[in-house]
């Protein structure tokens, strides 16, 4: 009976021994956890005879959490008389995020408020000098036929100027494109004008043809 206890504690003994649990966290996106135990226990019984039990168990444990958001700032304009225009963007991976903002000008807005001031000062081919930088307004208004002021000229002085000096026009690419898509137009006009023409003068030579054919000629007497 007294070696029968002894063997059982030498048993409970080696199983918490030789037991043995590891387990790693690591902070971040990826979390992993690895551990495990191995139980030995040997039985010895009074005949002589013994058993040998060994058990090990291991697991491994990769837990993705969610990675946080990457803000993109607010790009704000302090003052009600400021032409500038806020972006911002952002990008979020597990391992890295970045986000920033940038402010922009607003050249349309400067003119207008430009224009404005001009204006409100009397100063009113000036104002429309400014907004004429604008190749919408510059064609607009050779559109409506009051062409945009071209160094203090106005009017048709100002068409012929703009004519001459092309080049400094603001919508000079549109202008060009335009200008061939008239002349394209143009030469089918002009084509099929001569068509027309051409067939006037073959139905002419026609008639003439049929009427000379008709003539009834007397011989002398």
């Known amino acids: 009976m007294k070696t029968l206890l ?4 030498f048993t409970i ?14 902070s971040g996106s990826n979390t992993n956890i690895s551990g495990g135990y191995t139980s030995s226990a040997t039985n010895t019984y009074q005949s002589g005879s013994s ?3 060994t058990t090990t168990n291991n697991s491994t444990s990769n837990i993705k959490s969610a990675p946080p958001t990457a803000a993109a700032p607010n790009v704000t304009n302090s003052g ?9 963007a952002g990008i979020q991976t597990f391992g890295v995020g970045v986000s920033g903002g940038k402010s922009f000008r607003d050249k349309n807005c ?7 001031e001009l204006n409100t000062l009397g100063m009113k081919v000036a104002a429309v000098a400014i907004l004429c930088q604008d190749e919408r307004v510059f064609f607009a208004m050779e559109q409506a036929g009051t062409p945009c002021p071209f ?5 048709k002085e100002a068409k012929a100027a703009w004519q001459k000096y092309d080049k400094l026009r603001p919508d000079y690419d549109q202008y060009v494109q335009n ?19 051409d067939k006037m003068d073959m139905d ?5 043809i049929k009427v000379k054919q008709n003539i009834d000629w007397e011989s002398p007497k």
């Open 80 to 88: 009600s008389d400021v032409c500038l225009a806020g972006a911002s």
């Open 110 to 116: 400067e003119r207008i408020k430009l224009s404005r």
């Open 204 to 208: 002419k030579e026609r008639h003439d």
């Open 179 to 197: 200008l061939k898509i008239i002349e394209k137009k143009n030469k089918e006009e002009e084509k099929q004008i001569t068509k027309e023409l």
């Open 6 to 9: 002894i063997t059982l504690l």
């Open 51 to 53: 058993n040998n039990t």
């Open 13 to 26: 003994y080696s199983m918490f021994a030789f037991a043995d649990t590891t387990q790693n966290n690591t």
């Open 151 to 155: 160094e203090g000229k106005i009017g």
